[in-house]
């Protein structure tokens, strides 16, 4: 048995290296280097404005890839606008004054308040207390025309992606429960208040739930012994006091580009495996020592985003046996914003989704490799490191676990609906300086930029991504995973 083992083995390792072998002849015969480093130059160009998805530019930057899914004959998915899946946003500018008192304490936006969302408001209001303010902590609590205070986050949900999507499912359910606003008490000694203050003391964008209404008034308040929400709690201070004034809010539309690459196989044509990249960048910022503010974002993110459409380029002209779905995010920047709402509003049954190989990027410092984060948790690691090995490079796993990368990128948003999601990354073996210096800065552009590595990367992605696609089983999570059994429901696997 042995013997007939190692024989099969061994004719497997043949037919993938075969495979392969073909699978790289026919990219490199497609390939042009000049156009795709023509379109990396344009997408990290100054004339983008650093593609912020509250600017007007990155709707150019949406046109330009749209193009481009056209030009190379990739269709446009039924129920998209075109090549656009339309989201309702709300943008969110800070208030010109905010301060809240609360007994003896008095908070002060920017300092130890965040007033995130909804209308200005003045006046002395009764406090609520609810746990984290999800659905099964307002039994039997009468919240009309209150306050709700709550945790912030939920049990589980910590990560910094987590605290705005549960704080925006939160604030529409107290809203719904008649409540007058929410306060979340910020309780996380895992990401500093000043980062987070620094962050989020500026206009914010949402996805708006519920679009032609208001919010109610949604607030961040620093407590990180608990002393506050304990003393609502026991009954010691009952009301607060609100000054929230020029507080405004307007509502514009962003733009997911997507686009479809039909299968050749009559069954596994319903198959889909989604290649995504965001497209969005942080815009223009505070000026660097040379005097540049504007964040072109070549390596976070217009290096995936060209890799979208060399996809649509080579799979229009190779299509694989399942059907490729191409999308590109917006609003990665602002927490994720794009792959969720298609995560919530699928164009496609997110069950006939059976891989989602993602690019995000924040730099790279080893080109001889590509850093996969997600390596070792799905059963179709061999054929992504078979895909870069074609091209000589090396695909390793997330060599900094502590930066929770994986958490942090469009992939977790279909990994938590039960979809294989690991982030294809350009090579690092570090969270390093090499790597900082570029990350959301002035200095991401094409120009310094090791563009030898740019096509070897291109390329192994498409590879990796084909031979997903031919491949003769569905991709699985690993045994253990997180995900699995979340995956197992997603597609009535018993």
């Known amino acids: 048995m042995n013997i007939k083992f190692s024989l099969l083995f061994l004719m497997l390792l043949l037919w993938s290296a075969a495979y392969c072998q073909q699978g790289k002849q026919a990219i490199e015969a497609n390939f042009n280097e000049r156009e795709s480093i023509s379109h990396f130059r344009f997408l990290a160009s100054d004339e983008l404005m650093g593609r912020d998805p ?50 003896e304490n008095e908070f002060t936006q920017g300092e130890d308040l965040l007033v995130l969302d909804g209308p200005s408001l003045e006046g002395s209001f009764e406090l609520v207390v609810l746990g984290y303010g999800l659905e099964n902590d307002y039994a039997g609590k009468d919240v009309q025309g209150k306050i709700v205070v709550t945790n912030v986050g939920a049990p589980n949900r910590l990560s910094p992606s987590d605290l705005f999507a549960v704080g925006r499912e939160k604030t529409a359910l107290a809203k719904a429960k008649g409540a007058a606003g929410i306060i979340e008490m910020y309780n996380v000694p895992t990401v500093p208040w000043a980062l987070v203050s620094n962050f989020l003391n500026r206009t914010q964008l949402t996805v708006d739930t519920n679009p032609g209404t208001e919010s109610i008034p949604y607030i961040w308040l620093r407590d990180l012994s608990n002393n506050h929400i304990n003393a609502i709690g026991k009954g010691d201070i009952t009301k607060a006091a609100f000054q929230i004034e020029g507080k405004l809010n307007r509502s514009i539309i962003g733009k997911n580009v997507v686009a479809l690459i039909e299968g050749t196989d009559p069954e596994l044509k319903n198959e889909y495996v989604m290649l995504s990249a965001h497209y969005d960048h942080v815009g223009v910022g505070r ?45 990665e920047e602002k927490g994720l914003l794009g792959s969720a709402y298609f995560a919530e509003n699928p164009l496609v049954p997110l069950n006939q989704i059976i891989f989602n190989l993602n690019i995000d990027n924040a730099g790279y410092n080893d080109t001889s490799i590509v850093t996969v984060v997600g390596l070792g948790r799905t059963s179709a690691d061999h054929l992504i490191s078979d895909g870069t090995a074609a091209f000589g490079l090396e695909a390793i796993a997330d060599p900094s676990p502590e930066q929770g990368l994986y958490d942090r990128s469009d992939n977790v948003n279909f990994a938590r609906k039960g979809i294989p999601a690991p982030t294809f990354s350009l090579g690092f073996t570090a969270f390093d300086e090499e790597i900082s210096k570029h990350y959301h800065q002035p200095s991401d552009e094409v120009g310094n930029f090791d563009l030898d590595y740019a096509v070897l990367y291109w390329k192994s992605y498409l590879l990796a991504a084909e031979n997903i696609a031919n491949w003769n089983e569905k991709p699985r999570w690993n045994e253990g995973d997180k995900y699995e059994e979340v995956s197992k429901t997603l597609y009535g696997i018993k």
């Open 54 to 103: 509250i600017r007007p530019e990155i709707d150019a930057a949406a046109r330009y890839i749209a193009e481009q899914f056209w030009k190379y004959g990739a269709q446009e998915i039924e129920g998209a606008n075109g090549y656009y899946q339309n989201i309702p946003f709300r943008l969110s500018y800070p208030p010109s004054k905010g301060m809240v008192n609360l007994g």
């Open 287 to 331: 000026p660097n020592a040379e005097g540049d503010s504007i964040y072109n974002g070549a390596r976070d993110n217009a290096v995936g985003t060209v890799a979208l459409i060399n996809a649509a380029r080579y799979f229009a002209k190779h299509p694989p046996k399942r059907s490729i779905l191409i999308c590109a995010w917006t609003a």
